[in-house]
Structures are given as C-alpha cells and as structure tokens.
C-alpha cells in the first residue's frame, strides 16, 4: 500500500544551517521509487518552500508542497495549484492596523514577495531564512493586487507581546482568521479553519487514501494539527513538549542527526 509522507522542513527535514542531509535525501528518493509520495508541509511562502523542493529534486509524479500553513496546495509535476485559501483584504487591513497599535512587525506576501511597512531586523531576519526578497512599503495596500494566503507578525526578542496580541485579538479574529506560532518568534495568521492538519486532509481526499496511510512529522506548535491528522503521527525528539505529547513516535535523532531516514526506515520501507 502506499504511503504519503508529509514533513516540516524547518527543525524537520533541514539541519539547522538549513541544508539537507545527504542521507535523508537518499531515504526520501528510495521511498519515492517505491510509489510513496513525498509532501513538504511548511508554514514557510510556497515560492520558498519551492526552492527548497527544487533542490532535492522532488519534481516528479507524487511529490506535493504544502505552504503557508495549509493554505496551499501545489503538484510539483504537474505545476498545478490544487488548493488554495486567501486571506480576506479586510481582515488582513483591520490585522495591520492591530499589529501597528500594538508595536509589532508584521508583513504578508505578494507574488513570491515579502511585503510589509518599513525595512527592519525582522524583514532582514526573515529574508535571509526563506531567500525571499522583502519589498517595503508605506502603502501596503495600494501595493497588494490580490489577498494573500497569510500573514505574519514577528518579534525576535519578546515572544510575550506575541502571546498577548494573540489573547487579545481571539475575540475579534473569530470567523476571520487564524493564528499559530510556527517558533517563538513568528505569530502566523491564516485564513479561518485552515492549518497544515487541513492540508493532510485535502490532500489525502484528493489522491483517494485513507488518512491510516498518511505520516506526518514536525517538530512546532503549527505541526500539532498535522501530527493528530495523520494515521501515524511523529514529532522529532527536539521538537516542543505539546507535539510530543500528541505523537505516535518521537524519533530517536534529531534534525541534524538525519531523522528522516530513521522515519522512513521504520514506517515506510518495510
């Protein structure tokens, strides 16, 4: 029976300097040979989870890319977007105007661009991690021609004023929106009801298998809802106590210790 696989990239499948092991990648092209599908499934902008996908070569029938949290759905081979969810531009105008009361960067996307108020150290920070280019404006919303599928705020040292915004915004966010952290630093919001949990679902309908043939791993907060989904949920041995708690597994090495193989291993090529 064949399986999907559907793994977080960043504190997942990347080691920390965010290259991918050589020994991973040879498990992931031995399980694709075999008839499994492969699924990155990132809160990252789908234009960055696509570099990524690009270099290990995962461009052939069955491999898929879910982004921005759920929100996207791409087929890699047929270069065909299967899903996808957009941030109303309302709600994404009241979230700036609540993100700059409350002091806190926040930015969105448009055609693989990163879009936001002013030039700062988290712009810089998060361009350097998704190799996207960051284009700063003052009117944002002049500059926006289509609703993105997220957004996120940022702040790099006090991941407290992240949580307020968040305590304090619920009430308000119902029926609009979403939010998640993907680490301590980033607060990302989505549109209602969607997570990477959504993606697996979609996707698993889509190809017609049962979600008991679906893997997931991650190691964040925004996998949790993947990890529940999946027919075999795992969490890395250094993700957050709260994904290990709902796991089936927790893998015995780590993003840097080549963990991808050791899932693949056990539960897909045997």
Request: some cysteine; charged content about 25%; aromatic content about 10%.
């Amino acid at each position: 029976m064949s399986k999907i696989i559907f793994s977080d990239l960043d504190g997942t499948l990347l080691c920390d300097d965010k290259s991918i092991s050589p020994l991973n990648r040879a498990a992931i092209e031995q399980a694709t040979t075999r008839g499994h599908s492969f699924v990155v499934a990132t809160g990252r902008p789908f234009e960055s989870a696509k570099l990524i996908n690009d270099a290990l070569g995962l461009n052939y029938d069955g491999c898929y890319i879910v982004s921005y949290n759920g929100a996207h759905v791409y087929d890699c081979y047929r270069k065909k977007v299967l899903f996808s969810k957009q941030l109303k531009m309302q709600t994404l105008r009241e979230l700036f105007e609540r993100a700059d009361a409350a002091g806190i960067y926040i930015h969105t996307y448009q055609h693989g661009q990163i879009v936001t108020k002013a030039r700062t150290a988290e712009l810089d920070r998060y361009e350097s991690r998704t190799n996207l280019p960051g284009f700063a404006t003052a009117d944002v919303f002049g500059f926006l021609t289509r609703e993105p599928n997220k957004a996120i705020l940022i702040d790099l040292e006090n991941h407290e004023r992240l949580e307020q915004f968040r305590q304090d915004n619920l009430e308000w966010a119902k029926g609009k929106c979403n939010f998640i952290f993907s680490c301590p630093e980033y607060l990302e919001v989505m549109p209602e009801g969607i997570s990477k949990g959504t993606g697996i679902s979609f996707l698993a309908d889509y190809l017609g298998v049962d979600l008991s043939d679906t893997i997931a791993v991650g190691d964040e907060q925004n996998d949790i809802e993947m990890i529940s989904a999946a027919g075999v949920g795992i969490a890395m041995c250094n993700g957050i106590p709260a994904a290990k708690e709902v796991a089936d597994y927790v893998t015995g090495h780590n993003n840097n210790e080549d963990a991808m193989k050791e899932i693949i291993e056990k539960f897909v090529l045997v």
